[in-house]
């Protein structure tokens, strides 16, 4: 099964930062990924399809990127809105895996 | 408008069974794979079972394999999950979702199992 490795697991941040998390796939997925939020009490959201496109109505702050089997999700300028928890997905074997999460906190 | 609603969801006790439901609207349901994805309290997304548009290939995460069995009725609408002998770590908000190529979820229902 191929797993999904993903940091952190919390960050703080100011409204205004540029952060960023990471994936580490445990074998080739080409660029079977996606990122998803999700809110408190919310199904999750997927921002970002094929690892670095951007889906229909994201906003654009939000980018992906992939090298190797090392994928990363930046948002380039924190809103508040963007306090969440952020999940990879790989979908290239059969069996889907999500990465841990990263819960994004305020500071 | 897309939807997907679950039910189905319950308390019961360890070793027992609960079948969930998933109706859909708003989209060619027939078309797309579909998903089952939980998540325990607290915890993070786990990804459960999916099914192919013809019922043809059935995939199960090893924690629920061969207790689990996924389904569908693409003339009513409808995914389902009969889930067998129950335990305590199958707690979890139980969501359908397809993944692929849209992204469309349910707003979860609710499976905790306890004595």
């Known amino acids: 099964d191929i797993q999904m490795t993903q940091s952190p697991s919390s960050l703080s941040a100011s409204v205004g930062d540029r952060v960023t998390i990471t994936c580490r796939a445990s074998?080739?997925?080409?660029?079977?990924l996606g990122w998803y939020q999700q809110k408190p009490g919310k199904a999750p959201k997927r921002l970002i399809y094929a690892a670095s496109s951007l889906q229909s109505g994201v906003p654009s702050r939000f980018s992906g990127s992939e090298s190797g089997t090392e994928f990363t999700l930046t948002i380039s300028s924190l809103q508040p809105e963007d306090f969440a928890t952020y999940y990879c997905?790989?979908?290239?074997?059969?069996?889907?895996?999500f990465g841990q999460g990263t819960k994004l906190e305020i500071k | 408008e897309v939807q997907l609603v679950e039910s189905g969801g319950g308390l019961v006790k360890p070793g027992g069974s609960l079948r969930l439901s998933c109706a859909a609207s708003g989209f060619t349901f027939s078309t797309y794979s579909l998903h089952w994805v939980r998540q325990a309290p607290g915890k993070g997304l786990e990804w459960v079972s999916s099914?192919?548009?013809?019922?043809?290939?059935?995939y199960y995460a090893d924690s629920v394999k061969g207790r689990f069995s996924i389904s569908r009725d693409n003339a009513k609408n409808s995914l389902y999950l009969q889930m067998n002998s129950l335990r305590a770590g199958d707690t979890a908000v139980y969501y359908c979702?397809?993944?692929?190529?849209?992204?469309?979820w349910g707003q979860g229902t609710l499976v905790t199992v306890s004595s």
């Open positions: 074998q080739g997925i080409r660029n079977d």
């Open positions: 979702a397809s993944l692929l190529p849209y992204d469309y």
């Open positions: 997905l790989q979908h290239n074997s059969d069996l889907y895996t």
């Open positions: 099914i192919s548009s013809s019922s043809a290939y059935i």
